[in-house]
């Protein structure tokens, strides 16, 4: 396990190949903002995702997409995952991304929220592995990257997962990411170790594993008990960018890092804060910060009034104060691990 970690994936073909970190950060709606992005990078993520695309607003040229796609020179290296059910938006959104400075492509075939599987897209896509497999196969056609899947194990059950899985392997594409739950169990229920391990060994492409990767520990985990050979942090990262730090840490040296002081994730905070505001301006910027300042202290004692006030806060001003206040009023953080 710790030799694994010290040296980059490779995947894709030598035409279009790419060395892939094997710790990175997930496409999470809502949230992978290019400032969100930067903090992690800063704390030790070596590579992220666009939060996720729609490939039909991409297509239209959507000024709220074509936000989400905001990069620079330091986000580097960049993935991207599209969601859609239809090649002819997946293959307009491919044009618009020739020029931009990305690592990988990703198509949905994960994400449960009813709202995008009631489309047919997202998890919805399991249910049609050889449509799946035709999307695959038309965007590893057209991509001028390394095009990768991200899957559940399944609808409703995981025992269909292999095949699916050798679908989308059959149409060329260059790596598969599995979360290890079904769509029905949404966030619910343990990760399903075992089936995650069964898709490792039935594929000759890497497989990135994730879920309920909170801790340095639950990484060590995922890895032992699957073989997988990245994996990919999603909720763990939310307030607590050190988990990248953590994580290789541990991982490669067998060391464990001190969790961040109270006044170390004060000082995060503030810098976050700062970034979002300086690329949403003062009032979105404040209002797209209030959730981050609830996973921030989110295991804190004597904090449950500061959330609450966050409501509110639609001001640097305001929000400087709250975090002030966190850094006076906390207890000691409960253990995550």
Not at 46 to 75: P, V
Not at 151 to 159: E, I
Not at 207 to 222: N, Q
Not at 276 to 305: N, P
Request: hydrophobic fraction near 40%.
């Amino acid at each position: 396990m710790l030799e694994k970690l010290k040296n980059s994936l490779k995947i894709g073909s030598s035409s279009k190949s790419f060395m892939l970190p094997r710790i990175m950060l997930a496409p999470l709606s809502g949230v992978s903002s290019l400032p969100f992005r930067k903090l992690n990078r800063e704390a030790g993520c070596k590579f992220a995702f666009l939060e996720m695309i729609s490939a039909r607003s991409l297509s239209y040229s959507s000024r709220r997409t074509l936000e989400m796609l905001s990069t620079e020179k330091s986000d580097q290296p960049l993935g991207v995952q599209l969601l859609g059910d239809d090649s002819y938006d997946i293959l307009k959104a491919l044009e618009k991304l020739r020029d931009f400075p990305y690592g990988i492509l990703d198509l949905n075939a994960a994400c449960p929220r009813r709202k995008i599987t009631s489309n047919g897209k997202g998890a919805a896509l399991l249910k049609s592995p050889k449509k799946l497999q035709k999307l695959l196969s038309n965007m590893v056609k057209e991509a001028n990257l390394p095009v990768t899947v991200k899957l559940r194990l399944g609808w409703d059950s995981a025992k269909n997962i292999v095949n699916i899985a050798k679908y989308a392997q059959d149409a060329g594409i260059a790596g598969v990411c599995l979360h290890g739950r079904t769509r029905e169990q949404g966030y619910r229920d343990s990760i399903d170790y075992l089936s995650i391990e069964k898709v490792k060994k039935a594929l000759s492409i890497p497989v990135i594993a994730s879920g309920d990767i909170f801790s340095a520990s639950k990484a060590k985990e995922m890895f032992d008990q699957t073989n997988c050979d990245a994996i990919i942090v999603a909720r763990g990262a939310l307030g607590n960018p050190w988990i990248f730090k953590e994580i290789e840490e541990f991982l490669t040296k067998g060391k464990v890092v001190a969790r961040p002081t109270i006044k170390e994730v004060a000082k995060m905070m503030k810098k976050h804060l700062d970034l979002s505001i300086g690329f949403y301006g003062e009032r979105i910027g404040t209002v797209e910060f209030r959730k981050f300042y609830i996973w921030y202290t989110r295991g804190f004692l004597k904090t449950k009034t500061l959330r609450t006030s966050t409501h509110q806060a639609k001001s640097r001003l305001e929000m400087f104060k709250l975090i002030k206040d966190f850094s006076a009023i906390a207890k000691s953080p409960i253990s995550l691990a």
